[in-house]
């Protein structure tokens, strides 16, 4: 079988960890080889709060990727081995998120000594470089430095510039920055977990790779991921990142809204919003009622379709007016053709995008990663995937970077020989099998032999 480099992306949510292992097929889209999941556990909104529990969760997804079939070429012919067989997974591209996730605009200088020479790639890399080395609040850290435009010799707005000539290079960057803490805990999960970061990214970054078009990017468009505990916003111009927050509130306090006005478990409360739930309440019927086991005995409680739909429309208005409240701080309200993309596993919610135009008076549409997937990977376009497909897209490109620079990369793994060798172990001689008295009568001869010279 023929090497091909692979992916792996570990999206850490509150609600679930997903693991999807993927590459890029010869026609640039993304095959998805496998994909494992598991509930989370010890995560809360993007956040690690018990080391051990994210542990066990991160290994329960690695382990349910192992377990996978896996269907390749080999020879010309289509073959299904298990995952464990054929790949050797040990380094992950890893998202993060949180409300700790600050961003932030700031403009770099450098100036160059060789006039007469082009503006290259390590002059490009010297400015982001310095970037880096910004002063930070105390616990804060640097995550991603994301130019946006450059300015040579009091030449703005240039895209890309490679290849100038210019003694004063200047670029705006967009700087995204997170808490030391979470991002040395979410490095301590996955190392403790048998695995290796060799990359991090922020998720909403990751989302729109995922659900976003370029011509939607150009155009000027908002990503809203609706998670299980945050809700991720990433606003695109001009192609352009422009602006990224992370809102705490997510699908989960939608579910425990539901449990506390209900009087219900929080069990019961997911599976009413999964099956019944509508983000508008004038899209249901007034006389439709849903009943609902009793506990240890008690009567079936009735619910009504109407009140659950209420009480999920509340909450989703609040989460849209802190989603507003970021479009009116980025500055660019105005400037957002492409209207809202909503995505994650929040985005399931039925009448979710009428809402949302309702709410904002933007055009709305459901992300899915179907545009960048082979046919072969239809399994795994429902939103909630979008991250970890994102993930995967951004470890190709830096890979794909450093082979072009490096003529290697950091992220490149190969899938192994479907049929694995096993190497041949030299057993150890168990001396308690052998014959006893041989042993001995050897051992009196030698002795006799050297008492009778001893005394000759």
Wanted: include cysteine; glycine fraction near 10%.
């Amino acid at each position: 079988m023929e090497a091909s480099d692979f992916v792996v992306g570990l999206d850490i949510g509150t609600t679930k960890i997903a693991a999807i292992v993927g590459r890029k097929n010869e026609f640039g889209k993304i095959e998805v080889l496998a994909l494992g999941k598991a509930p989370s556990v010890g995560i809360k909104r993007g956040v690690v709060v018990n080391i051990e529990e994210a542990i066990g969760s991160i290994k329960a997804a690695i382990a349910d990727v192992l377990s996978k079939d896996i269907t390749i070429t080999v020879d010309g012919k289509q073959q299904t081995y298990k995952a464990e067989q054929v790949i050797d997974l040990n380094e992950v591209v890893v998202g993060i998120a949180g409300q700790h996730i600050k961003s932030l605009q700031h403009r770099g200088m450098i100036t160059r000594k060789l006039v007469d020479d082009e503006i290259n790639q390590s002059d490009v890399d010297m400015l982001i470089d310095n970037m880096h080395r910004l002063v930070m609040q105390p616990g804060d850290e640097i995550i991603h430095v994301i130019p946006q435009d450059y300015i040579v010799d009091n030449e703005q707005g240039i895209r890309n510039p490679i290849g100038m000539a210019g003694v004063r290079m200047e670029g705006n960057f967009h700087i995204i920055t997170g808490q030391v803490s979470a991002v040395k805990n979410i490095y301590k999960c996955v190392d403790r977990s048998g695995l290796k970061v060799v990359d991090l990214n922020l998720e909403p970054l990751a989302s729109a790779d995922a659900v976003l078009s370029d011509e939607e990017k150009e155009a000027g468009v908002v990503l809203v991921d609706i998670g299980g505990g945050t809700t991720d916003v990433a606003i695109y111009h001009d192609n352009i990142i422009r602006h990224t927050a992370v809102i705490p509130l997510g699908g989960n306090i939608i579910t425990e809204d539901i449990k506390v006005g209900c009087s219900i478990i929080n069990n019961q409360a997911e599976q009413l919003k999964v099956r019944f739930g509508s983000a508008l309440a004038t899209e249901t019927q007034e006389n439709q009622v849903i009943s609902i086991p009793g506990l240890r005995g008690r009567p079936h409680k009735e619910i009504s379709v109407k009140t659950l739909a209420n009480i999920i429309q509340a909450r989703v208005e609040e989460i849209l007016a802190f989603v507003m409240y970021e479009i009116k701080n980025s500055g660019y309200e105005k400037k957002l053709a492409g209207g809202i993309v909503v995505t994650g596993g929040g985005s399931q919610l039925k009448h979710l995008p009428q809402l949302v135009e309702y709410f904002t008076g933007m055009d709305c549409r459901i992300g899915t990663p179907n545009e960048h997937l082979a046919k072969s990977s239809e399994n795994i376009t429902n939103p909630m995937f979008a991250t970890g497909i994102g993930l995967v897209m951004m470890g190709i490109k830096k890979m794909e970077k450093e082979i072009a620079r490096n003529g290697t990369s950091a992220i490149k793994q190969t899938l192994e020989a479907p049929v694995k060798e096993e190497k041949k172990v030299k057993q150890p001689v168990d001396h308690s099998k052998q014959p006893k008295g041989k042993f001995f009568e050897n051992f009196t001869t030698k002795v006799s032999d050297w008492l009778k010279d001893d005394i000759d």
